[in-house]
């Protein structure tokens, strides 16, 4: 079955400072892989993708994730955290052509001032 | 409409009561999910609907869940006979082409059974 691995369920970072989530998925086939943001009491906003194009994605607010065949990876970054950034991020691959998600356990990120 | 609305945001229902949990999908969006997240069990999928037919309902965690779509819109997800362990955010998704687009949630519906 696959699954997602999000290492770290919480992650702090100064304002400013590069901002790196990481994802591990297992995958026997060529996932589509996502990254979601959930800010308090509100659903889940899409950030990026992966669906077999470029393997550097960029996504909305400055972010971006690199799918990484060989390391079954999907790291996400930020050059520079902004206070705004705040919140829980999960990582999640469609294993199957009805675009159900897998999700994993989420990372909840705190940015200090 | 502009996104996926889900009604209520907040339920309280008491032991053993049947609840009814509405979600209003993107128009034309043919694809919808329904995922429950709580705390010691993160994101779930739940179910799937193509249209009106629900070609993927692995999820439903017993026979007490049941869920329906009809006019290949407007989904309900209906609880019966509600425990305590059902207390979650429900959350409904909906998408017309995942694979280039995502999917599209609504704000959840948060479930406290009493």
């Known amino acids: 079955a696959q699954s997602v691995t999000q290492l770290g369920s919480h992650v702090s970072v100064s304002e400013g400072a590069l901002v790196l989530l990481r994802c591990n998925y297992s995958?026997?086939?060529?996932?589509?892989l996502f990254w979601y943001v959930q800010y308090p009491n509100q659903g889940l906003q899409l950030l990026l993708k992966?669906?077999?194009?470029?393997?550097l994605v960029k996504g909305i607010n400055g972010f971006e994730a690199e799918f990484k065949k060989s390391e079954t990876s999907f790291h996400l970054t930020k050059p520079s955290a902004h206070m705004s950034d705040a919140a829980e991020y999960f990582c999640?691959?469609?294993?199957?052509?009805?675009?159900?998600?897998?999700f994993g356990q989420g990372t909840t990120l705190q940015v200090k001032p | 409409g502009a996104g996926v609305s889900q009604s209520p945001s907040n339920k309280v229902t008491e032991k053993g009561k049947d609840v009814e949990l509405r979600c209003d999908p993107i128009?034309?969006?043919?694809?919808l999910y329904w995922y429950r997240q709580s705390l010691g069990q993160g994101l779930e999928f739940l179910i799937y609907?193509?249209?009106?037919?629900?070609?993927?309902k692995s999820g439903l965690p017993s026979d007490r869940f049941s869920a329906e779509r009809t006019g290949g819109s407007v989904s309900t997800l209906t609880i019966q006979r509600t425990q305590q362990e059902d207390s979650a955010v429900y959350l409904c998704?909906?998408?017309?082409?995942?694979?280039?687009?995502?999917?599209?949630f609504g704000s959840g519906t948060r479930l406290t059974v009493v």
């Open positions: 128009s034309g969006h043919t694809a």
């Open positions: 992966y669906t077999s194009a470029a393997t």
């Open positions: 995958s026997s086939v060529p996932p589509y």
């Open positions: 998704a909906s998408s017309l082409d995942w694979r280039n687009y995502g999917y599209t």
């Open positions: 999640a691959v469609s294993p199957s052509n009805t675009g159900k998600l897998i």
């Open positions: 609907f193509q249209g009106n037919s629900a070609p993927d």
